[in-house]
C-alpha cells in the first residue's frame, strides 16, 4: 500500500510539472487525424495549357457606315442587358429618312391621281401599274430609311463585360466594322485548349478535368470537356478543346478573359469530385471550408471550396480541390488553421 500511494504522488507531481511547463518538451502532441483522399485515382489522358474566355465574346458593329459620335464604355466595363453603349452621327441618316419620307408621300399622291383618272377613262391601266411600283420602291427606300435611323446606335445584348474598344468618337466607320467587343456573362467561362490529333482521340465530351493556374489569380477548380473542334488549326495542326469552368458563387470571382490555365483531363465521364459531409464544416449557401492536409509541413489548412447536391456519397465539391488533396474527414471542429496534426495510420 504504501508503494502504492508513494507511486501516485510521484505521478500527481509529474502531472503538475508538465503542467507547469516544467517538463523536458512542453509542446502538445500532434493532434491525431482521419484522412481520405479526395477522388479516385484516374489515368491524365492531356495535359496542356490554354486560355480562360467566356464562350460568347461577342463583336458588336453598327448596322450603317459613318461617323461615330460617342462611345460610352471602356474596356472591363460591366454592362446591362439593352444599355447603350455607342451610337453614330445622325445627321446624314436624319436627312435621308426625311428625304425618304417625302418621295413615299410624293409617290402614293401619284399613285392616287393615277387611279382616279384611270376610273374617269383619261389614262391606260399600265400607267396605274407604274405609279403603283413606283409607291412600293418608296415604301420600301422608307423602311430602310427608318431601319438605319433606329439601329444607329449599339445596345448590349446582354449582361456583360466590355473586353475591347476598337473605336474612338469622331473616327469613320464601314457598315459592320465592329466598335466594340462584348462577353456575355451568361454564357459562362471556358478554358479553350490545343491539343495533339493523338490526345484528341483519346477524348470525349463529358469527361472531367482539373485547372490550375500558376499564377494564383484563381483557384484550382474542376471542369468538363464540352466542344471538341471536328478540324485542326491549318496553321498548328492543333485541335481546340473546350473546357467548361464552374459557374458557382467564389468559384469563378478570380476569372477573366485571357488569363492562362493549365488542365489535366482524365480519363472517364465521372462528375464533380465528391467529400464526406463530415469533413465540411462553416457551410453558407453554395460555400463551405475542408481542412486540407500538407504532406510536407504536415499541417492542415483551411480550403474553400464550391459544394453541390448532397447525397449518400457525400457533398458534391465543384471548385477548391483537386483529385488526389488529402483532407480531413472528421473532427473538424476541434482544428485550427496551422495546427500540426498526424494522420491515423491505415487510412487514407
Known amino acids: ?120 377613262g383619261w389614262v391606260a391601266r399600265a400607267r396605274v401599274d407604274t405609279a403603283e411600283a413606283v409607291a412600293s420602291a418608296a415604301a420600301a427606300g422608307l423602311s430602310s430609311a427608318r431601319f438605319s435611323q433606329r439601329f444607329a446606335g449599339i445596345s448590349a445584348p446582354g449582361d456583360g463585360i466590355v473586353l475591347a474598344r476598337l473605336a474612338e468618337p469622331g ?78 458563387a467564389g468559384i469563378n470571382s478570380g476569372l477573366k478573359s485571357g488569363m492562362i490555365g493549365q488542365a489535366r483531363i482524365a480519363q472517364g465521364r465521372s462528375g464533380a469530385l465528391t467529400v464526406p459531409a463530415s469533413a465540411v464544416f462553416s457551410a453558407r449557401a453554395d460555400e463551405g471550408f475542408v481542412w486540407r492536409y500538407e504532406r510536407v509541413s504536415k499541417k492542415v489548412a483551411a480550403r474553400l471550396v464550391s459544394l453541390g447536391a448532397v447525397s449518400e456519397q457525400g457533398v458534391e465539391v465543384l471548385g477548391g480541390l483537386v483529385p488526389g488533396d488529402l483532407i480531413v474527414r472528421s473532427g473538424v471542429d476541434q482544428l485550427v488553421e496551422g495546427q500540426t496534426v498526424k494522420p491515423v495510420a491505415g487510412l487514407r
Open 1 to 120: 500500500m504504501q508503494l502504492a500511494g508513494a507511486a501516485l504522488i510521484m505521478a500527481l507531481l509529474s502531472a503538475c510539472s508538465a503542467a507547469d511547463g516544467g517538463g523536458v518538451d512542453s509542446q502538445p502532441a500532434p493532434a491525431a487525424v482521419s484522412l481520405v483522399r479526395v477522388g479516385e485515382a484516374a489515368t491524365v489522358v492531356a495535359v496542356a495549357t490554354g486560355t480562360v474566355r467566356l464562350r460568347r465574346e461577342t463583336p458588336l458593329a453598327f448596322v450603317n457606315a459613318g461617323r461615330v459620335r460617342s462611345i460610352s464604355v471602356r474596356e472591363g466595363d460591366f454592362v446591362r442587358s439593352g444599355q447603350p453603349l455607342a451610337a453614330l452621327d445622325t445627321t446624314a441618316i436624319d436627312a435621308a429618312t426625311l428625304s425618304a419620307g417625302a418621295e413615299y408621300r410624293r409617290a402614293n399622291a401619284e399613285l392616287a391621281r393615277q387611279q382616279r383618272l384611270l376610273s374617269q
Open 171 to 248: 473616327q469613320t466607320l464601314a457598315a459592320g466594322s465592329p466598335a466594340l467587343v462584348l462577353g456575355e456573362l451568361a454564357s459562362g467561362y471556358v478554358l479553350r485548349i490545343p491539343l495533339s490529333a493523338g490526345d484528341v482521340g483519346r477524348l470525349s465530351v463529358g469527361q472531367t478535368a482539373t485547372v490550375g493556374f500558376s499564377d494564383g489569380a484563381a483557384p484550382d477548380m474542376a471542369a468538363t470537356v464540352i466542344e471538341i473542334a471536328g478540324r485542326a488549326d491549318p496553321q498548328t495542326g492543333t485541335f481546340v478543346v473546350e473546357l467548361a469552368l464552374p459557374t458557382g
